[in-house]
């Protein structure tokens, strides 16, 4: 079946370091691939997402590219801030999204003043 | 705009009683989903409705039941609560099932069973 697997954390970093947050699926067709980020005592929001291989997703000056060759879809923002600490989860829908997202186990991302 | 709304936000439950989760949309969405969170576990698809008057199983649906009530309304009903159902549960609901379209999520709602 369909999975995804990402990096569990905490990861804690400094202001403005930069970020990368690895995802990779397995899937037995053809997905779309998402990120979303949960804040304290929140629902989850929808951050990016990529629908087809090399595409881009972007949005709050995050980044992840689709690349199908590695299975992977991995996060990125240049200089983190104190307000981007949160629980970021990697998704997939697969089979035309018929049965729902999978989610991976969730990044918890702390950044430190 | 209220976007997707849970009730109640906690609750505790003893072993073997009954309760409705309730979820409402006002996006017009066809599509409604409820997922649990567990620690470590990430999030895992209980129940489904692509479209009202259907419903269909996720990963972990034993124990529970759903009714899509109609086009807003979406409920969980845990007949006979075990502890192994503590956890917080999402709704969520999308325009319609389909790989390009994203998630709105409730702020969820903490169980407790003891």
């Known amino acids: 079946g369909d999975s995804v697997t990402q990096m569990e954390g905490p990861v804690t970093l400094s202001e403005e370091a930069f970020l990368t947050i690895n995802c990779t699926y397995t899937?037995?067709?053809?997905?779309?691939l998402f990120w979303y980020v949960q804040y304290p005592g929140e629902g989850l929001q929808l951050l990016l997402k990529?629908?087809?291989?090399?595409d881009k997703g972007s949005n709050k000056g995050f980044e992840a590219t689709y690349r199908k060759e590695t299975t992977s879809f991995h996060l990125e923002k240049g200089s983190v801030q104190v307000s981007d600490s949160a629980v970021y989860f990697c998704?997939?829908?697969?089979?035309?999204?018929?049965?729902?997202?999978?989610f991976g186990k969730g990044t918890h991302l702390i950044i430190q003043p | 705009n209220a976007g997707v709304t849970q009730t109640p936000k906690f609750q505790v439950l003893k072993t073997g009683q009954s309760m409705t989760l309730q979820c409402a949309q006002d996006?017009?969405?066809?599509?409604m989903y409820w997922y649990r969170q567990d620690p470590g576990m990430g999030l895992r698809l209980i129940y489904y409705?692509?479209?009202?008057?259907?419903?269909d199983k996720g990963e972990v649906p034993n124990g529970y039941n759903v009714s899509r009530l109609n086009k807003r309304e979406f409920s969980l009903r845990l007949e006979s609560a075990a502890p192994s159902q503590t956890s917080v549960y999402f709704c969520?609901?999308?325009?319609?099932?389909?790989?390009?379209?994203?998630?709105?999520f409730g702020s969820g709602t903490r169980l407790t069973v003891v």
């Open positions: 899937a037995t067709g053809y997905p779309s």
């Open positions: 409705s692509a479209s009202e008057g259907t419903t």
């Open positions: 969520a609901s999308s325009l319609r099932t389909g790989a390009n379209y994203g998630y709105t």
């Open positions: 996006m017009n969405h066809n599509s």
């Open positions: 998704a997939l829908s697969d089979r035309g999204g018929a049965d729902g997202l999978t």
């Open positions: 990529a629908t087809k291989a090399d």
